[in-house]
């Protein structure tokens, strides 16, 4: 009797004793990100039988186990996904908006000011300081219209820098995962899978939401305890031991046009949620519309000033004199393709009108036998022309600012392209050279007429005239459809981050009311665990109490 008694009382010192230190590993780890609060789950040992029947034979401890739920871990990782995406997205959206909409260093004053100086020269054109104060307010237009493309760029790298840094920090969590992957199926192996690596599957969920931090991240478990990571739409990032590595190349059409690259093909598109995502789509939705906007809006000001000013005569009588410069920008060519040999080749053609001229074009290949024939939509207006052969297309695209050519490869159906001809137009526009002297400002149209404002009237009205998109739109309104079109996806990120926050705080919680460590219960905990390790302590002291009575009735 004094044996069961003692048994009984030792297995509950051992049980109660690897609960206190359970109870203490998780104060311990309160505040320990990732950890989830561990509980010793206990068990009766098997009864044995006696004459007078079953007698129960103690306690053990049959797993230590983590507080854990799966579905609420998932939409903790959705959510984390999600509010970084658009997360990144806002941030990067509302410097942009800060830009345009400025009215500081925003491109509105400085074309007022600039169409300004015109009417004065056209209220007095033989005054040499009325001309002067044009040509510095032309300079300080285009000197706008470069550092707003300067700005530009700083976002465009930043966005790059944000790219590559997400890409190597993910590549890192991957190979991390990787190697808690194989730990753990060893840990579980050794234990014949009674007890589970608690703290490294901890670690490992954490890195799992670090992942979504990043891009939106599924896993699937494997029988022996590893997991397969994806990532985006399925991409694989591990698969068990195995990690991926992805790498970051600029686009063979466009070096500053980042792409991200799984065992040599091209996953960006395939790429959702997280901060990559977020920069991604800030970037194809926001960054070059914009660009693309801004340097259609300094071709287009371009040509239509220079067709009115080379139309018109200087004090000095000369004529035919461009008074902005273009010089050539290059094209932004962005292309989906089969072969990936293929060599698209584009160059800016100085167009002779503004109206015609869209920010972007998409051009389609729609057959290839018995020779390639194209599409041509310009997507600022949705216009398209079909049935284009590589002649028509030339004299297609020259009209609307550009050249095309390929070479290296083949065409295939369904291969398509985007050209923003005037992509870097604001970066390259400047004030003619030639023009070194307010005199030469072509104000009048006759020769030896120095008191002729009849050419800077039409330079002034230019201010108001419809010459965009076919002409529906002023410059004034090209610019404030910019302004307009960035802070209407800036305040949608607003109230979109606002909303997500709150669902990952919510998220959060939930899982923080599981899985969390609350130290009034642990403590609480301890007070019971000692209780009951005393109790059993006693057991054990009257167990051989027992004994050394029994022991003493035979000396």
């Known amino acids: 009797m004094a044996i069961g008694i003692l048994g009984n009382a030792l297995s509950g010192l051992t049980a109660f004793q690897r609960s206190l230190e359970t109870t203490s590993n998780n104060i311990s780890n309160a505040n320990t990100e990732g950890y989830s609060r561990q509980r010793v789950e206990l068990a009766t040992r098997p009864e044995q039988f006696t004459g007078n029947g079953y007698m129960g034979n103690g306690v053990e401890v049959a797993n230590i186990s983590r507080s854990y739920d799966q579905f609420i871990s998932n939409q903790v990782r959705s959510s984390t996904a999600t509010f970084h995406d658009i997360d990144s997205f806002y941030t990067l959206s509302s410097q942009i908006d800060n830009i345009t909409a400025d009215e500081t260093t925003g491109l509105a004053p400085a074309m007022k000011s600039f169409f300004d100086a015109i009417d004065s020269v056209a209220n007095d054109p033989s005054s040499v300081a009325a001309r002067q104060v044009m040509l510095t307010e032309a300079e300080s237009l285009t000197q706008q219209f470069n550092t707003m493309s300067e700005r530009f760029g700083d976002l465009r790298k930043r966005v790059n820098d944000n ?24 840990d579980i192996g050794r ?37 397969n990571v994806f990532i985006g739409k399925g991409q694989p990032l591990v698969l068990g031991s195995a990690a991926s590595t992805l790498s970051v190349v600029g686009d063979s059409n466009d070096v500053n046009q980042k792409l991200i690259m799984l065992n040599g093909q091209d996953i960006s598109k395939q790429l959702s949620g ?10 194809d939705q926001v960054l070059d519309p914009a660009q693309q906007q801004l340097g259609l809006l300094a071709t287009g000001l371009a040509t239509e000033f220079n067709n009115i000013h080379k139309a018109g005569y200087d004090i000095n009588g000369a004529t035919n004199v461009a008074f902005f410069d273009l010089n050539s920008p290059t094209p932004q060519v962005k292309a989906t393709v089969s072969d990936s040999t293929l ?49 028509t297309l030339a004299t297609t695209a020259a009209t609307n600012g550009f050249s095309i050519s390929f070479s290296g490869g083949s065409l295939t159906v369904g291969d398509s392209f985007q050209i923003s001809p005037n992509f870097n137009a604001a970066a390259k526009i400047k004030v003619n050279a030639a023009i070194t002297n307010p005199r030469q400002i072509a104000a009048a149209s006759a020769t030896g007429l120095p008191g002729d404002n009849s050419n800077a009237l039409k330079l002034a009205n230019l201010e108001t005239q419809a010459k965009m998109f076919g002409g529906k739109a002023s410059f004034t309104q090209v610019y404030g459809q910019m302004i307009s079109d960035v802070g209407s996806q800036t305040h949608a990120a607003s109230v979109g981050r606002t909303a997500q926050e709150t669902l990952l705080k919510q998220a959060t919680s ?45 000396r």
């Open 274 to 283: 997280g901060e990559i995502s977020g920069n991604l789509r800030f970037r």
């Open 343 to 391: 060599v698209v080749s584009s160059a800016f053609v100085a167009p002779t009108s503004a109206a015609g001229l869209g920010a972007a074009y998409r051009l389609d290949v729609t057959a290839t036998v018995p020779a390639a024939t194209f599409s041509l939509t310009n997507l600022s207006d949705n216009t398209t022309t079909a049935g284009l052969s590589a002649a």
């Open 163 to 186: 790219i590559t840094s997400s890409v190597q920090e993910l590549n890192g969590f991957a190979k991390t995962l990787a190697e808690l992957n194989v730990k753990i199926v060893s």
């Open 510 to 554: 939930a899982k923080e009311s599981v899985s969390g460590v609350n130290l009034d219960e642990e403590a609480a905990n301890l007070i019971n665990f000692q209780n009951s390790y005393q109790a059993a302590a006693k057991a054990v002291s009257v167990a051989n109490s027992l004994f050394d009575t029994l022991i003493g009735a035979f």
């Open 191 to 227: 234990s014949s899978g009674k007890q589970m690596p608690n703290e490294l599957m901890d670690q490992r969920d954490l890195l799992l939401t670090k992942i979504a931090e990043k891009a939106d991240v599924t896993y699937v478990s494997q029988a022996d305890g590893s997991y």
